[in-house]
C-alpha cells in the first residue's frame, strides 16, 4: 500500500520536522511505501497537493495530522483529497482528534474515513496492514485508538500506549531529513546547525488547565532507554551532520534522576553539539547538579513556562507554583549563567487588566533574555475549555482567529483588539530595553538568520488573520508549475 503523511500548511514560523509522523512512518516502512510530506517546509497548498503531489505520488492512503489551529487547511486537504480520487483513504489523527473523537470526526466526516485518537504507533500499522492484505479479516474493533463509523455510529476504540517506548522504533529520519530544514526550526534563535528534534520521554503527570499535552500521551511519565536516546544522537550527528538538538518532550526535567542519566550520557559521546529544550521546563525540578550538566553538555538557553505574574490566575490554572517560586527558581538558573526565555498567557479566563498587567511586570523584572506573550486558546478537552463551554464562554470564540498570533478568546470586559494591542505593546517595550536588544542583536549568526527575524518580527507585531477554520475549499486555479523541491523517489 502507498500511504502518504502529511503535515498540513499553516503560517507558523516554527517549521521543524514532524517527529510524530516520522515514528508512523517507521512502523510501517518495511511492508508499505510511505512518504512524509511537510506543507509548512515545502509550502505546498491544498490546490498544489491535489493537483501535484496526489497526482505524482498516487497514495492508497493519506494521512494528515492536525492541530485545532490546522483544522481549515486539514478540511481543505481532505476535501482535495477525495475530489482527485474518492476512493484514496483518509485519517487524521493528532491533538485535536484525541481532545473530543466523536466531535472532532462528526465534524470533519463528509471527507474522512477514518481517525486515531492518542498515540497510533501500535494501532496504525495493524490498519494498514488490514486494509492492504484481504486475507485479513477487517476486525476494526482490534485496532487501539481508531475512531470510525460502524454504520451509523461511532466507535472509539481504547487506545493503548506503549510503556517501553524503544519498542516505538526509531524514527524514520531519512523520510524527515532535519539536516535539510531551516536554521530556525522551533523559535528565532539558535546557537548550530543543522538542528533535529530528538524525544526521550513521553506523558505528562500534571494537571495545567490549559494544556492539552495529557491528552494526547497520557499522566504517566514513560521513558526511553539511555541506549536509545544516545543511539540516536550518534546517528543524526554523524549520518545527517546535526549539531544542535531540541529535546521536545513535555518536560524532560520531570524526572530529575532520568535527566541526569541522559545528559550523562551525552557527555559521553564526546560531541561537538548544542542542547535547547524549546517546550520549556518546569523550573521546581532542577537543581545545581543538573544545571552544571546541562551547562557541560551544550545546553545554552533555558525556556521557562512562567505563564502568569499573578498568583491567583497561577491557582486556577493549576501550574503549582506562584510569582516568589519563580523569582527563586529563575535566580537558581541565572546562578548558573544561563540565558532564559520565558512564555507567558495573556488573556486567561476570568483574566482582567490588572492580573495581565501583573503578568507585563513580571516578565520585565525577570532576568530575561528572551519574553514570548501568547493570547490563550482554548485547546478542545482541556479544563479550562470545559469550564469555557459550562459558562457559555465558549460561544464567544472567534475559531476564525484560532491562532497564537491573533487572539481568538477574550475574558469579559476586554475586547480582542484591546488584547492585541496590550500584547504588542508588551512585546515592544520588552524587546526595545537597550541592554536585552543588544544581547539578541549579538547573537545574530548572518543575513539570512537577521532576515528571518524581521519576518518574524512583523509576523507577530502585524496580526494576521488566517481563518483558520474556514471550511470552504478555494478553486482557485492552481500554478502549473511542478513542486521543484519534492521528490517522492
Known amino acids: 500500500m502507498k500511504v502518504l503523511l502529511v503535515k498540513p500548511n499553516n503560517l507558523s514560523d516554527h517549521i521543524q520536522p514532524s517527529l510524530g509522523l516520522a515514528y508512523l512512518a517507521e512502523g510501517i516502512r518495511d511492508r508499505h511505501e510511505v512518504f512524509i510530506l511537510d506543507c509548512i517546509k515545502e509550502d505546498i497548498n491544498p490546490n498544489e497537493f491535489a493537483h501535484q503531489v496526489l497526482e505524482n505520488f498516487r497514495p492508497d492512503l493519506v494521512g494528515i495530522q492536525c492541530y485545532t489551529f490546522d483544522l481549515g487547511n486539514v478540511c481543505k486537504l481532505l476535501r482535495a483529497t477525495k475530489d482527485w480520487n474518492p476512493d484514496i483513504v483518509t485519517v487524521v489523527g493528532g491533538a485535536h482528534i484525541s481532545s473530543d473523537p466523536i466531535r472532532a470526526f462528526d465534524n470533519l466526516h463528509e471527507d474522512l474515513d477514518f481517525a486515531f485518537a492518542g498515540e497510533a504507533e501500535t494501532g496504525f500499522p495493524k490498519f494498514i496492514d488490514m486494509l492492504d492484505d ?12 481508531l475512531v470510525w463509523k460502524n454504520d451509523q455510529e461511532y466507535v472509539v476504540n481504547p487506545g493503548n500506549m ?17 539536516d535539510l530544514y531551516p536554521e530556525s526550526q522551533h523559535g528565532a534563535f539558535f546557537n548550530q546547525f543543522p538542528i533535529a528534534p530528538i524525544i526521550t520521554t513521553r506523558g505528562c503527570p ?35 551532520g546535526i549539531r544542535e538538538f531540541h529535546i521536545v518532550d513535555d518536560n524532560f526535567t520531570q ?19 548544542s542542547l535547547a529544550m524549546p517546550n520549556g521546563i518546569r523550573m521546581d525540578y532542577l537543581d545545581d547538579e543538573l544545571l552544571e550538566l546541562l551547562k557541560e553538555a551544550g545546553l545554552y538557553l ?8 499573578n498568583d491567583e490566575i497561577l491557582k486556577k490554572m493549576k501550574k503549582g507554583t506562584n510569582v516568589h517560586k519563580i523569582h527563586r527558581d529563575v535566580k537558581l538558573i541565572k546562578k548558573h549563567g544561563f540565558d532564559i526565555a520565558a512564555f507567558f498567557i495573556l488573556g486567561f479566563p476570568e483574566e482582567t487588566l490588572e492580573t495581565i498587567q501583573d503578568t507585563i511586570d513580571l516578565s520585565m523584572k525577570l532576568p530575561l533574555l528572551r519574553s514570548n506573550y501568547f493570547t490563550y486558546l482554548p485547546l ?18 472567534d475559531w476564525d482567529n484560532y491562532y497564537i498570533m491573533s487572539a481568538a478568546y477574550t475574558p469579559q470586559g476586554i475586547d480582542r483588539e484591546e488584547l492585541l494591542a496590550i500584547k504588542k505593546k508588551a512585546f515592544l517595550k520588552f524587546y526595545f530595553r537597550p541592554r536585552v536588544l543588544i544581547r539578541n542583536l549579538m547573537r545574530i549568526k548572518n543575513y539570512r538568520h537577521f532576515k528571518f527575524l524581521l519576518k518574524r518580527f512583523y509576523n507577530w507585531i502585524i496580526v494576521k488573520n488566517h481563518h483558520s477554520t474556514d471550511f470552504v475549499v478555494h478553486h482557485e486555479s492552481s500554478s502549473s508549475a511542478p513542486v521543484s523541491n519534492v521528490s517522492f523517489k
Not at 166 to 177: K, N, Q, Y
Not at 257 to 262: D, L, M, P, R, S
Open 134 to 145: 484481504p486475507e485479513i479479516e477487517s476486525d476494526f474493533h482490534s485496532i487501539p485508538g
Open 162 to 178: 506503549e510503556d517501553d517506548l524503544d519498542r516505538l522504533g526509531d524514527p524514520a529520519w531519512d523520510l524527515i531529513r532535519p
Open 206 to 240: 500534571y494537571s495545567c488547565t490549559f494544556c492539552s499535552a495529557p491528552i494526547l500521551s497520557g499522566k504517566k511519565l514513560r521513558h526511553h532507554s539511555k541506549e536509545y536516546v544516545l543511539r540516536n544522537i550518534s546517528n543524526l550527528y554523524h549520518n545527517y
Open 255 to 273: 524526572d530529575i534522576e532520568y535527566a541526569k542519566v541522559i545528559v550523562r550520557g551525552i557527555l559521553s559521546l564526546n560531541l561537538d553539539i
Open 302 to 309: 533555558v525556556s521557562i513556562a512562567v505563564e502568569s505574574g
Open 380 to 397: 478542545p478537552g482541556t479544563e479550562s475549555y470545559h469550564h469555557l463551554e459550562e459558562t457559555g464562554e465558549i460561544d464567544n470564540v
